[in-house]
């Protein structure tokens, strides 16, 4: 479409002219696509930059700070964030303003050390620092209670007793942090994997036991077998217990002790540090390798304080089973139901006001098949698979409560419109040709299906997954209801019978960023972790969707060749 | 055909015993392939219809109706074999216990009978310790759902006991053993001046102290109990006291008006008297050492008597009934920095004069049953009259509901009745959800949401109508910046844009439809919301600064030389205003701190609180509108621009022919041709805002008030059910209000979506017949 030009030649140009021509309206509505775009990747250029900063090792700042009529102290940490704020802002929050300076810069200072200042980030006003220094040998513990602590080490202790203190302590004290976690590794796996695997069995056992007891079943050759396993068990589990007990004493052997920019000094267990890093003397290549080495952890570890440190392995892990369980319910049904529409049904009014709400299904709320799911599966039909299948566990329910399985199933219906549509429109695009000639050659409807027309849509069924698995995976509002939580003590996947926990209820990365962005009590410091996390939902998201386009395209392209 | 070729082609036949059968399999595999694909689609589709059933099915047993059925009835009077004491007159006083197996009356010989609800089959005694001579006159109940009683006597005494029930489970069965304790004393209470029949007495039991108040020939007295834990031993020592009251005028012990009834709210501040035919007097008791009169009103007009009187549960509220068969409804209401007595509602049970009001012991219910022995069943707060039933012959002399309120016994003309209630939830009605209502301690009536608390006697406010107000509200602020944004972006896409461009700018933004809501809540809530706090006036600008950056920007452009313009091609301007509407955006954010200086005094947050009045929320509907605004934008977008880009291409050729410029032609032609597509975009973007949870659950406070300023936050019916609903308990009403929201939500979406759509396919064939 061109514009038409004519009414503005150069040389008499007027406003009233320009007006006229409706240039400006144009103009404005291009403006409205500039600014979408802009929110659009604005918006996911501030995930991306937010959640890459974050694994980034800042410089370390000490300085002096001074607010004006109060006396001078230490500070030190990494300025996160600064805005500009009018004095009357920092007036009204008790800051005294003296001079006539009416425009503050103000920092948002990461100074760790929550056991002893009581929170982790201050604001600062910019111009009341001085004399900053980034000194090299302050260093950054990172802690497995009360988050990161800044400050200089003084000595390292074994059992009490100095073994290391001055220039060597550094690497004394690395040495035996590399030790503390080698066992810290130990003791995980007794505690996670060895007693958990006990525990699941003797809560079989008891299960064994009370469905003996239901069944009126009083046996007691089965009775003594079973007392005889869990006399076995619990002293499996003793032996567990006394190793871990070793394992503890050489983990908490040593200390150390350090000192705040402040001057307090303190002792603590070596056992309780999980990395420990000079910032301000890594070179390039060490701060990529520490980059790496933290996103390795993101990704791989266990959340640790209340989920806002450590990694979100078990979220990103409940994420894909849930979908996984997902996409087997759906794909299945969701195709029937299109191949049943459109290649079986008769095409009356009937079939077309279905395919109307099938299509409009999508459009409800997502919290809607939340209360479905949580009425429907959890309290009805969970509450009668209890009953009949798992009355030994009573009144704890297995099924009766929500989980992994209910959360799939609801969110396989949820996303069964996606699957339905995309499927049809694949079958839809298929030529008739095709199919006549496929009948025309003797073959029954069925074997035309098989044989010719699905291999046909299978791209179609593709997409519709893609989607499905797309919306699925950011989906949060109905899951609160039938089976996420905070924190699930183990993966819905391990080890211990029956290996898949359909009845556990598991970690989303939707629901994490939920969670850890407003119901943790330290906001602050776990707001980074939550940006790392949407980037990461937000990656998977725009990669599976991006494929859905590609596959679909490929789809048109290769059936324009046969209409033609 | 077939068998010619057969015939010419010896070498085949297609007719043998195995091509026969395997054709036939073959069949048979194409029927069982249609029979499964039916079933099986056909299956998917009733499932998915099942949500609707469902919803429905969960949210219609809120409006049944309530039923009375009648289990048994016996003789009040039975007396079985082994029976220690006989009973020889009708019950004084009637009470069931939780699980409403086991009813206790009480009779004039001081006996407390325990005896099977269901068969009237005595169970156990208790023998109140009265003095030798004397006779219960009279028992109450300290409040709704309390186990504390007072026994009034002949001889002018009160004796206070405790009436509970213990649970015990030998052999896996339930055993519920009554038991009868006596908190103060064993002796009974003397009150003071008293030595005829007590004729009314009122109780109420508090952290510090008991009061009681009784009449006794018009005498009025109070007497306070003043209680002492020890901490360590935790016994209770008493020490009694009498309470001078004000002097009540009519009153005297000879002739004057008859004291009819007393009531000490629980939180033992007032005292009414009742007395006269409908002089209702109200003492204030909150210093017992200087009690005095509050307020003296007339409950009823003159010539109508006041036949019952009662607290409701949590004694805030009077139940009033009188002789014309109405029960009223009255409680304290703030009026100029005065409490008065106000008449709030009223309900209708006949003709006949109420004869005995009973309240439910944990809802605002009450049953109410006149001197002909109808009966009828109410809910306070919805305005309800559940239902009114004729359940005995004459007057029931004794009426006690169960406190799961789910039975009813009663003793009527020597016959004990024990009814089973079905009345699961009487706290829904058209008014509740949707009107006004005037809640206890209110000072006028209003749409509340306040679903539970944690005392026991909360009267739930269930109005949806905050609710649905603050949907309204979120997708209204949502739809203010989606839908011109949305909409001229898909103007110039789908009309102006080159078609290289196009290809790459629509996947951009239908793109932002996959991204997660989750992520959109947290960054308006974490991130939008304080840099809005702080960069309010910068917010502002923006919308004067991007728009006027833009036109002063396409103005120099149209006014420079064409051989510059022309190098750029047609339909690219979007793509040069990108850095225009970065930079006056830039511009607008940095000049926000000094703008607020120069125009509010450096906080405009202040400056609107103290100067307009407009209370600011950090997460408040702004919040939610910019975040909200932005998720609906690709799907209006997406809508949009289909229409607007399928519009025949001869339409706009004609135009533009025809001498219109592009605009004109845009005006004219185009978009009212694609506007019913146009619209049903903004449907489909406002179903979406409707129902969107995780964003408006994040970015808002979830108050639910309602209010349209956009610096406050709401509280959608979506956000509503994913806070409330883990909690709630399954099958309560609260439960089914919940799916009731869900319910409405559903259809509202359908609705919308179905009619968009209806629009759409009706579009697309006036398009083709274009």
Redesign the interface.
Known sequence: ?????SL?S?GK?S?GA?IN?????????????????????G?LG??AVRGLGHFWPGQIMVADYQPPGQAVRMVAGEITDS???????LE?SGLEVVNGQ??YTRDLLKQGNRDLSGADFVWIVDEWLSNRQYPEDIMVLERREWGNFYGFLESVQEDGITVASGESAWIVFNERLDRALTIYQAIYQIEKHDIGSINAAIEQLRLAERRLELSGDRDPVRQAEIQAERKQLNQEYQQLETQLGDLYRAFNRDSFVARTVAGQTLEQPISKVVRAYQPNTLSLTDKIGFYFDKVGEFILDDPREANTEGGVFPAIFGTVMMVILMSIMVTP??V??????R???SQGWMTRA?R??????A??????????G???FI?FAGAKIDNLFFAEALPSPTFGTPGLLWASITLA?LT??VV?VATEEGLSRIPRSVREGSLALGA????T??RVVLPMASPAMMTGLI?AV??A?????PL??VGVVKLAPSLPLDGNYPYLHLDQKFMHL??H??DV??QSPN?EAA?PL?YAT?LL??MV??VL??SA?AIRNRLREKYKSLED | MYQNSMDNSPGIDFNTPALKKYRSLRFLKDRLARWGVASGGLGVIVAILLIFFYLLYEVLPLFNRAEITRVASYPSALTFVDEPVATKKAPIFLAVEEQAEVAMQSEASGNLRFFSSQTGEWLQNELLPIPAGSEVVRVVRDAAGSNLMAAGLTNGEVILFDQGYRITWPDDRRKITPEVSYPYERQPFAIKDFSAPVAQLAISDGEEKLLMAASSNNQLVMEVVHKEADFLTESVTVEQQSVALPVISGLSAQGGLDIRQLLIDPEQTWLYVLSGSNQLTVINISDIDRPYIHETLNLTAKGVDVTAMTFLLGGVSLLVGDSEGNIAQWFMVREDGRLNLHNIRSFSLGNDPIDKIVPEHRRKGFLASDVKGQVGLYYTTANRSLLVEPLAAGRIDQMAVAPRGNYLILASQGETQFLKIDNEHPEISWSALWGKVWYESYHQPDYIWQSSASNNDFEPKLSLMPLSFGTLKAAFYAMLLAAPLAICAAIYTAYFMAPGMRRKVKPVIELMEALPTVILGFLAGLWLAPLIENQLVGIFALLLFVPAGILMFAFAWDGLPATIRHRIPDGMQAGLLVPVVLLSGALAMSLSSSLELWLFDGDMRTWLTTELGIPYDQRNALVVGLAMGFAVIPTIFSIAEDAIFSVPRHLTYGSLALGATPWQTLIRVVLLTASPGIFSALMIGMGRAVGETMIVLMATGNTPIMDANIFEGMRTLAANIAVEMPESEVGSSHYRILFLAALVLFLFTFVVNTAAEMVRHRLRKKYSSL
Do not use: C, D, H
């Not at chain 1, 029937?336 to 529409?341: C, E, F, H, R």
């Not at chain 1, 029954?444 to 074997?447: D, F, L, Y």
């Not at chain 1, 995976?473 to 509002?477: D, L, P, Y």
């Open positions: 479409m061109t514009m038409n030009n503005q150069p140009r406003v320009w021509s409706g240039a400006p309206w144009v103009w404005l509505n291009a403006g409205a696509v500039a600014i979408s775009l802009v929110l659009v990747i918006l501030l995930i805005e500009e704020v009018p004095a009357a802002r009204s009416e425009l049904f969701g029937i139901a299109a191949v049943y529409l290649e079986y049904a279905i109307v709400a099938v299509n409009n299904l459009g409800v709320p997502s919290i809607v098949y939340g209360v479905f949580l009425g429907f309290y219906l069964l419109p339905i029954t409807k069925a074997e299906l098989w989607l797309a919306r995976a950011g989906e949060v509002a609160m209801l939707g629901f960023i939920f962005g407003f906001v707001r939550v949407a939902l937000v998201i725009a969707n991006l386009v």
